[in-house]
């Protein structure tokens, strides 16, 4: 039986995060489940695996193949969320927008530079205009060090507000929609559903029998690492009893799921 959403947003809980979609997308997932994992770059993001393949969420809301374009045009999280998974919040762009959106000043245009002498050197802040490259210098001895970062940390927000080849690819100019992701528990717009796969800690254990006296019986453990993709196993020889042994492999596996959920 199909679910009945009423409320503008779905929020689907991951064992990363909650993955926000558009109520109206909900149907689309059909019944498969939505997780989060470590992509190649070290970012958490949501997934959705169908058919035997692996999406990014964001992809598969726009129905976006990366494969078309050779890799050239990505998803763009708009507030830089990639678990806010509104269409209003997602846009395809080229890698270039992508980077300037992600980025901003926190990375980019924003240096550190080490004075000669005994001064304390300098915070600039860096940008290009009309084929030139610009620099604005903010002195530690004046302003000391926290404060010339933030002097040149603003200087360069407001470079990329005025200069069109920045603002054009920044969406930090509203965050008036970023509310949502505040209090997701509390939000009357947004239903939660949980998403995640609840492991049991007595299933996968195999128990192997004594071949001979000098080859003991013995339970192998197996738990599978899905940030490592790989299966992790441990071997729990019986000693004293058959029992014993499975209440160790079974402690195992609840400290591999217990560690696994953070």
């Not at 199909?2 to 909650?18: F, M, N, P, Q």
């Not at 070290?42 to 695996?49: E, L, N």
């Not at 976006?64 to 209003?88: A, I, M, Q, Y």
């Not at 940030?227 to 196993?233: D, F, G, P, R």
Request: glycine residues 4%; charged residues 30%; positive net charge.
């Amino acid at each position: 039986m199909e679910r009945t959403i009423t409320s503008k947003y779905v929020g689907l809980i991951t064992t990363r995060g909650i993955a926000i979609i558009d109520s109206k997308n909900y149907p689309k997932l059909n019944g498969h489940k939505v997780y989060s994992e470590d992509d190649t770059k070290g970012y958490i993001r949501p997934r959705i695996s169908m058919n035997g393949k692996s999406f990014a969420l964001s992809n598969f809301i726009l129905n976006h193949n990366p494969g078309d374009s050779n890799g050239k045009l990505t998803v763009d999280h708009k507030n830089r969320d990639p678990f806010d998974n509104r269409e209003e919040n997602l846009r395809i762009v080229n890698q270039e927008t992508q980077s300037i959106n992600r980025y901003g000043s926190i990375i980019k245009g924003v240096r550190f530079k080490k004075a000669k002498g005994k001064g304390k050197g300098f915070w600039i802040a860096t940008w290009s205009e009309n084929n030139k490259v610009h620099t604005k210098y903010f002195s530690v001895n004046k302003y000391g060090y926290e404060t010339a970062w933030e002097k040149a940390y603003e200087y360069r927000l407001l470079i990329e507000v005025f200069i069109p080849k920045y603002f054009d690819k920044l969406c930090l100019k509203d965050n008036s929609e970023s509310f949502i992701l505040n209090d997701v528990n509390n939000n009357p717009d947004i239903t939660i559903i949980d998403q995640t796969r609840k492991l049991d800690p007595t299933k996968n254990i195999t128990y192997y029998p004594a071949k001979n006296r000098r080859r003991r019986a013995y339970y192998v453990a197996f738990f599978y690492n899905s940030k490592k993709h790989k299966y992790e196993s441990k071997t729990f020889s019986v000693w004293d009893t058959d029992e014993k042994a499975k209440k160790e492999a079974i402690k195992w596996r609840k400290k591999k799921i217990k560690k696994h959920s953070k």
